[in-house]
């Protein structure tokens, strides 16, 4: 969002470009141009280079020289069912998790927050951040212990006399989707707790005084008034929850029979294990469309508001 | 926004394409100083290789004045390991100059140019003499060179628990003839001494490897005589495509998990599962029958962290039994790891002083002993020393005249991953053994360029 603030200034400098600062402008570029090099050095180069070993056929090992193979990985992930059944889980997991988990129940856990106590706020506050900083790793030890089979919630199902099971070979995928709505709800409630400060009181207490309920201030006043925030936290949580690797590999590797292998461990599996390097990095420039997919879908979301 | 927007996919991409890229630092080669990388346990506890590695050390910096070792070990599972090593080989950079290769991928990275051959070394070094020829051919490329020095190699069988047997009325001389007489075994076992896990065969792909050699190519290679390859036909140069003995070796491990002989399903998958056996289930005698390998006492040897001194008293040996019962009788398949030297080492010809260093017959031995490996010089598998340093070590060192080397070519590590992926199939009973073989049929055919016959 403060990437915006600038940019009616930029476009103003070119035209209020009087003569006399001219011979100036190069020298105001010099402390960019550090800044320049290194993003062209560690970020650009090794996309580009990213970009021609998706075309070849390169492999960790097993093959003395690699060749050009134009589109072949691509059209073979294509008819790899085992890519299909991996875009297919990608799209569950982010949809449950992200879309629905993290960005619903971040949303709700701010609303209830205002009106909580402030020991209430704080303790919430506070188990909902420490799951948010823990490392990737960790969270999915810790969670793999509350879901398998003698795990935390079995046991909690045995002591209600509720059937338990194995759940991370039951439901592997919603396992994880719930792994990563406890991780990463906190930053939802974080960015949504700020965009309702954000909202003028009198607005609020007029409506009130006109007489709308909760639910229509809800739907009528704040939600609209936070849209801006809801388009920038739901493209935020998508790509954090398409990129999400060591969760899922510590909690299942991807199994049961690829029934929770999402694109970024089937991408890991063809380049690493397979040493299948040029396909996995075709996976992964899909794996970047499907991300742009869902960032334009976001990005029409907040133009439409003016 | 928008910049974010577009900097999110770019930064995890950029992130992978530096790992691909295996940037790294490291400065050229120091020509007094042999780096050698390893593999250390992932395991806190277990030291075996460190300690060994340093004891080398210090013998070989005091032969040689002014030399030094820097060992550069490589915390990592196996798989994770080849990964790293892989990336480490390709650039002079960051190539060490002795490495611990896996017989498993070592025709993979030698086609990749990642090794150089060793035989001009090699012919000049008396010692190489005394190794046994399968363990020579383990480390030989398809061009005939060799690249690699085998420290051992090691088999597998049957472990099985005397004190369940008893209970369930079996014999403490236990010595199935036919893949019958276990699945016997494990179902009388099942009735009579019902908490314990009557058979445990790994399977499906979070074992990796472990499924597809300690179980399905154990297997496998039963369906045949000693001299076949059931796996890959040398003479064509082809793999063999699923068929009457494929199926049969996969029914097996159906039958194990559909009939409850083996471990839950869900534990059978779980990536943890070899620590469990080993650390858990038996030791704690909560498994009757362990089709495993002969490293399992490494885990239980004083210092070890699991110290289970008493299990060649609790444990028995029995060797894997052929389909049914045919020539040879038993079957075995061997693995084990070389020292190689990377083609863009700094120093090879130390490197080599250091593998010699390591293969004088008595630090051999004390390799041997100290990692439950099985020997490859034969003056080392004679000596009575040797032998009679451990329980196991006599039972899994004859296994070697009936032992098979996997067809290693560089498509194997895919051919495994089908294996795996079969296995799973049918483990789970998302596929039946019909269906899983075809797959792999499809899978062998897409792994290996068609490179494939029917047999």
Same mark, same amino acid.
């Given at each position: 969002?403060?990437?915006?603030?600038?940019?009616?200034?930029?476009?103003?400098?070119?035209?209020?470009?009087?003569?006399?600062?001219?011979?100036?402008?190069?020298?105001?570029?010099?402390?960019? #141009?550090?800044?320049?090099?290194?993003?062209?050095?560690?970020?650009?180069?090794?996309?580009?280079?990213?970009?021609?070993?998706?075309? #070849?056929?390169?492999?960790? #090992?097993?093959?003395?020289?690699e060749s050009f193979v134009g589109l072949d990985n691509f059209t073979r992930a294509f008819g790899d069912e085992a890519f299909l059944n991996a875009v297919w889980l990608t799209l569950v997991f982010t949809v449950v998790s992200s879309l629905i988990g993290q960005n619903t129940l971040g949303l709700a856990l701010a609303v209830l927050m205002r009106r909580a106590s402030k020991p209430v706020r704080t303790l919430t506050g506070g188990i909902v951040v420490?799951?948010?900083?823990?490392?990737?790793?960790?969270?999915?030890?810790?969670?793999?212990?509350?879901?398998?089979?003698?795990? #935390?919630?079995?046991?909690?199902?045995?002591?209600?006399?509720?059937?338990?099971?194995?759940?991370?070979f039951t439901l592997p995928i919603l396992a994880v989707s719930f792994a990563n709505v406890w991780r990463g709800t906190a930053f939802s409630m974080l960015v949504y707790s700020a965009a309702l400060n954000e909202i003028p009181r009198e607005i609020t207490e007029a409506a009130e005084v006109d007489g709308a309920g909760g639910r229509r201030r809800m739907w009528h006043i704040t939600l609209p008034m936070i849209r801006r925030s809801i388009g920038t936290n739901l493209m935020l949580n998508t790509l954090q929850t398409l990129s999400v690797f060591g969760l899922i590999w510590v909690m299942t590797r991807g199994g049961p029979g690829g029934?929770?292998?999402?694109?970024?461990?089937?991408?890991y599996e063809q380049a690493f294990q397979n040493s299948l390097i040029g396909y996995g990095t075709a996976v992964a420039l899909l794996l970047l469309l499907v991300g742009s997919l869902f960032s334009l879908i976001y990005l029409r979301l907040l133009r439409t508001e003016v | 926004m928008r910049p974010t927007a577009a900097l999110t996919p770019l930064v995890a991409l950029a992130l992978a394409a530096t790992t691909l890229t295996a940037c790294g630092g490291g400065s050229g080669s120091d020509?007094?100083?042999?780096?050698?990388?390893?593999?250390?346990?992932?395991?806190?506890?277990?030291?075996?290789?460190?300690?060994?590695?340093?004891?080398?050390?210090?013998?070989?910096?005091?032969?040689?004045?002014?030399?030094?070792?820097?060992?550069?070990?490589i915390k990592a599972p196996d798989s994770e390991?080849?990964?790293?090593?892989?990336?480490?080989?390709?650039?002079?950079?960051t190539a060490p100059d002795l490495v611990y290769e896996d017989t498993f991928l070592i025709n993979s990275d030698i086609t990749s140019g990642y090794l150089k051959p060793l035989d001009p070394y090699l012919a000049k070094w008396p010692d190489w003499?005394?190794?046994?020829?399968?363990?020579?051919?383990?480390?030989?490329?398809?061009?005939?060179?060799?690249?690699?020095?085998?420290?051992?190699?090691?088999?597998?069988?049957?472990?099985?628990?005397?004190?369940?047997?008893?209970?369930?009325?079996?014999?403490?001389?236990?010595?199935?003839?036919?893949?019958?007489?276990?699945?016997?075994?494990?179902?009388?076992?099942?009735k009579k001494v019902p908490d314990v896990i009557p058979l445990n065969a790994?399977?499906?792909?979070?074992?990796?490897?472990?499924?597809?050699?300690?179980?399905?190519?154990?297997?496998?290679?039963?369906?045949?005589?000693?001299?076949?390859?059931?796996?890959?036909?040398?003479?064509?140069?082809?793999?063999?495509?699923?068929?009457?003995?494929?199926?049969?070796?996969?029914?097996?491990?159906?039958?194990?998990?559909?009939?409850?002989?083996?471990?839950?399903?869900?534990?059978?998958?779980?990536?943890?599962?070899?620590?469990?056996?080993?650390?858990?289930?038996?030791?704690?005698?909560?498994?009757?029958?362990?089709?495993?390998?002969?490293?399992?006492?490494?885990?239980?040897?004083?210092?070890?962290?699991?110290?289970?001194?008493?299990w060649s008293r609790t444990l028995g040996l029995a060797a894997m039994p052929t389909q049914h019962g045919q020539a040879p009788g038993k079957v075995s398949m061997s693995g084990g790891w070389t020292w190689s030297i990377p083609a863009k080492a700094g120093n090879p010809d130390l490197a080599f002083e250091f593998v010699k260093t390591m293969q004088t017959k008595a630090n051999a031995q004390k390799w041997y002993v100290a990692n439950s490996g099985i020997a490859v010089r034969e003056d080392v598998a004679e000596d009575p020393a040797y032998v009679d340093a451990q329980p196991g070590i006599k039972f899994f060192t004859d296994l070697v005249s009936t032992t098979h080397y996997r067809p290693a070519y560089p498509a194997y590590p895919k051919v495994s991953t089908a294996i795996q992926e079969a296995m799973e199939g049918v483990t789970t009973g998302d596929t039946s053994v019909a269906e899983a073989t075809s797959s792999y049929t499809d899978a062998l055919k897409d792994a290996t360029d068609n490179q494939v016959v029917e047999r």
């Open positions: 969002m403060t990437a915006t603030a600038p940019h009616p200034r930029l476009t103003k400098t070119p035209e209020d470009g009087h003569p006399a600062h001219g011979p100036r402008r190069p020298l105001r570029i010099l402390p960019l #141009t550090p800044a320049v090099v290194l993003l062209l050095l560690f970020l650009a180069g090794p996309i580009a280079y990213c970009v021609y070993i998706a075309f #070849t056929d390169l492999q960790l #090992t097993g093959q003395a020289e420490t799951a948010w900083v823990l490392p990737e790793v960790v969270a999915g030890f810790l969670l793999y212990a509350f879901f398998r089979r003698e795990g #935390t919630l079995n046991a909690i199902l045995d002591w209600l006399h509720l059937p338990s099971q194995n759940w991370l029934r929770s292998q999402t694109l970024p461990l089937f991408m | 020509p007094d100083t042999v780096k050698v990388s390893f593999k250390q346990s992932t395991d806190n506890s277990v030291k075996v290789m460190d300690t060994y590695l340093a004891d080398i050390r210090k013998q070989f910096e005091k032969a040689h004045p002014g030399k030094k070792v820097e060992l550069v070990p390991y080849y990964t790293k090593l892989q990336q480490m080989l390709r650039s002079p950079k003499n005394r190794f046994i020829d399968t363990a020579k051919a383990a480390a030989k490329g398809e061009d005939g060179k060799t690249y690699g020095v085998p420290d051992g190699t090691d088999t597998r069988g049957l472990w099985f628990n005397k004190d369940v047997f008893e209970k369930a009325g079996l014999p403490a001389d236990w010595q199935p003839r036919t893949w019958n007489d276990v699945l016997t075994a494990a179902r009388t076992i099942k790994y399977t499906g792909k979070p074992v990796g490897e472990a499924a597809a050699m300690q179980t399905f190519e154990m297997l496998l290679y039963g369906t045949v005589d000693g001299g076949t390859d059931p796996l890959y036909d040398k003479n064509s140069k082809k793999w063999i495509a699923g068929g009457k003995a494929f199926e049969d070796a996969l029914s097996f491990v159906e039958t194990v998990y559909r009939e409850k002989l083996g471990p839950d399903v869900s534990d059978a998958l779980d990536p943890n599962v070899m620590t469990r056996v080993r650390g858990e289930w038996l030791p704690q005698g909560k498994l009757a029958i362990a089709l495993d390998g002969s490293w399992l006492p490494q885990d239980w040897l004083p210092g070890s962290g699991h110290e289970w001194p008493e």
